[in-house]
């Protein structure tokens, strides 16, 4: 099972929106059972980031972690929504 973690800023407003958005978009792909979903804010995770297999953020990360974030503004925005999808569905799938 694939940990996914959602982040923003303060861990509320923005990773709520994208992790409503994540979890119909995992269920209508039947990927719900393979992940198990977490929300916090970037500050309560920075030591913590390799403890997940996918991470997405909408807030800026540091250079230091930069490689290991999906950026989730696709799903505030609505731009490039289908290329974010199918990057985590392949990590999903891995």
Known sequence: MKKILV????????????????????????????VRLYQSKISDEMN???DYDIVISTTVVPDSIKDKVIMGLPLLTGIGIDAMFNTIETQILE
């Open 7 to 34: 982040m923003c800023g303060t861990g509320v407003a923005t990773s709520t929106v994208v992790m409503s958005k994540l979890k119909n978009w995992l269920s209508e792909k039947n990927l719900s059972d393979k």
């Open 48 to 50: 913590k980031i390799d």
